[in-house]
């Protein structure tokens, strides 16, 4: 994925996922990049460029048309490959996570439970604890953006006695979300985060773990976090990003009306999660090898050794949003921020806890 956004800053070209897990080495992944830098010239300006096919009867989370659009599509249809290849894998309907996971590595830790033992990916679940911290969410409405399979939004919802969403593009990861995850305080839907499918003023916080080096367009994405918070509310924000990237996140909030409360750099965190778990992880794949172990940064893989040299950088931020400033919120009603409690009432599609 991080390869991926990768190309498409440095090149202004998309490569279809798939495809370029299909190229697990410099030289196949150069002669992808040709082939789609030489279809672009020739492509006539607005059209995607080799967009991946989507299914006719593919729920129409995908709002526009251009490069993000079809970017959107193959990150769409890979999600929807990875679903199936781990439910064929036998471990599937245990895995809940997608994410590198984290390691305490004896410094500053921010989680304030502890991962009970015998928990299967105890590291991603851990990420997910750092990542709340001290976060007061008790009765709180709470989005979880790029659900994956839907682990931060039963471990909110059990742990943290919140009323939670999660939202993802890939239907297969939600319908897998709809079967696994069923309670009364957990809804999920199939939605792009840079179009959120939710009014405005909606939750008291909006998690994001790991999602956002596929978003297009991260601007789109982060206004739309501030629509959809109430005054107030906690914006919970994690991935591995390109240094110059995260430069961009932290221009961005402010002038969005996202105040940035803290920021936390986890890399080393990230990378001994990785030294642990991710190997064994590969073989959950159906057919592991190079293009899974980029996937789940095995040690070795193009995107844990972009991490380790540094030039990625694994953080969890956390903003604040405040009153009035920034865009959007013009149809923002009255509501409890995330200091408050919220009100516990859940409806049929605000929010769209409990529809299933
Ligand atoms: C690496 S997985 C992480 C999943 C989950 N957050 C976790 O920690 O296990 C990234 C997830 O983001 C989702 N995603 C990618 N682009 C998205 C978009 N534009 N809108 C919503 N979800 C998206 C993918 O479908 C995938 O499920």
């Known amino acids: ?26 030289g196949e992944l150069a002669v992808l990049v040709d082939t789609a830098e030489t ?12 967009p991946a096919p989507v299914s006719a009867s593919a729920p129409q989370a995908i709002v526009g048309d251009g490069a993000g659009a079809a970017a959107k599509a193959s990150y769409r249809e890979f999600y929807d490959d990875v679903t199936r290849r781990l439910e064929r894998s036998g471990v599937g309907e245990a895995s809940f ?10 410094g500053i830790d921010e989680a304030r439970l502890e991962v009970p033992e015998g928990t299967f990916n105890p590291s991603s679940v851990r990420l997910a604890l750092e990542l709340i911290g001290p976060t007061e969410l008790v009765g709180r409405r709470v989005l979880d953006v790029g659900c994956g399979r839907g682990g931060t939004v039963s471990l909110l919802a059990d742990r943290f006695e919140a009323l939670v969403t999660g939202v993802d593009l890939s ?7 709809r079967r696994v995850h069923v309670g009364p305080n957990v809804g999920f839907e199939v939605g792009d985060a840079e179009h959120l499918p939710f009014d405005d003023a909606t939750f008291d916080a909006v998690t994001n ?3 956002s080096h596929t978003y297009p367009n991260l601007r789109a994405f982060l206004a739309e976090v ?11 924000y994690t991935d591995l990003l390109p240094v110059q990237r995260w430069a961009e996140v ?8 996202l105040t940035l409360a803290s920021e936390r750099e986890i890399t080393a965190n990230v990378l001994a999660s990785c030294d642990l778990v991710a190997s064994t992880r590969a073989q959950a794949f159906d057919q592991p090898g190079a293009l899974i172990d980029n996937f789940l940064a095995v040690p070795g893989s193009a995107v844990y050794e972009q991490m380790h040299s540094g030039a990625w950088e694994y953080r969890i931020v956390r903003a604040k949003r405040e009153r009035g400033a920034g865009s959007g919120g ?3 009603r009255g509501s409890a921020g995330a200091g408050e409690r919220g009100s516990g009432e859940r409806g049929a599609r605000d929010g769209g806890e409990g529809s299933r």
């Open 171 to 177: 239907p297969e990861a939600v319908a897998f979300c």
């Open 330 to 332: 013009a149809r923002e």
């Open 209 to 211: 773990i790991e999602s």
């Open 250 to 257: 932290r221009a961005l909030l402010g002038p969005l009306g």
């Open 97 to 106: 996570f997608l994410n590198y996971g984290y390691l305490s590595l004896g």
């Open 226 to 236: 501030r629509r959809v918070l109430k005054t107030g509310g906690w914006f919970l």
């Open 39 to 50: 279809s672009s010239a020739a492509a006539p300006a607005g059209l995607p460029i080799a």
């Open 1 to 26: 994925m991080q390869v991926a956004s990768e190309i498409r800053d440095s090149f202004q070209i998309e490569l279809p996922v798939l495809k370029l897990f299909q190229a697990p080495t410099i």
